[in-house]
């Protein structure tokens, strides 16, 4: 995936991701050339007042899935939340389209964190890459596998050799992420990079799911510990449908990063870790959300 090229008396507008002519179409309220092109000015206009749906009709650049897997890795973070812990992000084809929030809603389509992502299928590393990174960080270290993207394979699909060479690249360090292929075939293969070492969590969309997912297996056969994605205005304090304890994440509650929290980097522990919906797509992700329990409950 490369830039595109800009011809002569045009230019590119870094929200469509369209060349224009400049700088007739680059033109803001006061007639002076601007940032955004006059066409992504007319979609945004009144963001705050729109629907979930009128949000979700604006086109967008969004994140291109590419063939191939290619990976970022960021020795010192700079993401806030994670608190300077190493990180990386993977091709956005690894994403399961299953995944309730692929076409839109997920953080990683917006602001910043879209940005970056965009980036890893131009300048990523290949996996051999990632893994000697991997192998080079101090035992015992804290690590974020996918701020964007999925465990290895296209899709729905999970490599098992890949996913195994991460493991062992990992031994001795704390290694965590998140995943939306939670298929039953894939249990077995999760469950084993747990009690391995890497702490993979299973990603659900309702508070439903979240049982479902827990009750994969005893409490030490799991096929991994659980997380949920709950609507912005949800409490501090819920349980599931069944009783079991969500702990929001303390990021969002006590200001904790994750090289201070560490929870989700803990494969048996009980508690399913809640994340409000947040970022410019929240409305739309607490819709989301609201009308997957419905269908879970059904």
């Known amino acids: 995936m490369k ?6 008396g045009r230019r590119l507008c870094p929200q469509c991701y369209q060349t224009r002519a400049y700088p007739a179409e680059f033109l803001g309220k006061r007639g002076r050339p601007i940032n ?9 206009r009144g963001w705050d007042k729109k629907t979930p749906e009128q949000r979700a009709a604006v086109p967008r650049r969004g994140v291109p899935v590419v063939p191939g897997l290619r990976v970022t890795f960021v020795r010192c973070s700079k993401n806030e939340k994670l608190g300077g812990i190493p990180a990386t992000s993977s091709s956005r084809s690894t994403c399961p389209p299953s ?3 692929y ?6 389509l917006y602001g910043k964190t879209a940005h970056h992502w965009r980036q890893v299928d131009i300048a990523g590393g290949t996996w051999d890459q990632l893994l000697d990174r991997v192998r080079e960080l101090p035992e015992g270290q804290l690590w974020r596998h996918n701020v964007a993207g999925d465990l290895p394979g296209d899709g729905q699909e999970l490599d098992g050799d890949r996913l195994g060479e991460l493991v062992e690249a990992n031994r001795g360090r704390r290694g965590f992420t998140f995943t939306h292929k939670t298929d039953a075939r894939h249990h077995a293969a999760l469950q084993w990079a ?5 702490t993979i969590n299973l990603s659900a969309e309702s508070l439903e799911a979240a049982d479902a997912l827990f ?3 005893s409490d030490l056969t799991k096929a991994g510990p659980v997380a949920v994605v709950l609507p912005a205005d949800a409490p501090a304090r819920l349980k599931t449908p069944r009783g079991r304890t969500v702990v929001l994440c303390p990021w969002e509650t006590d200001g904790l990063t994750c090289a201070e929290c560490q929870l989700c980097a803990q494969p048996y522990r009980r508690a399913i870790v809640g994340f409000r ?4 797509s929240k409305a739309r992700v607490s819709e989301l959300v609201q009308l997957r329990r419905k269908a879970d409950a059904a």
């Open 277 to 280: 919906a947040h970022g410019q």
């Open 99 to 101: 995944c309730g929030f």
């Open 215 to 217: 009750q994969l297996g």
């Open 36 to 44: 955004w092109c006059t066409t992504c000015q007319a979609n945004y």
């Open 103 to 108: 076409e839109g809603g997920c953080y990683a």
């Open 194 to 198: 747990n009690v391995e070492g890497l």
């Open 3 to 8: 830039r595109p090229a800009v011809p002569p």
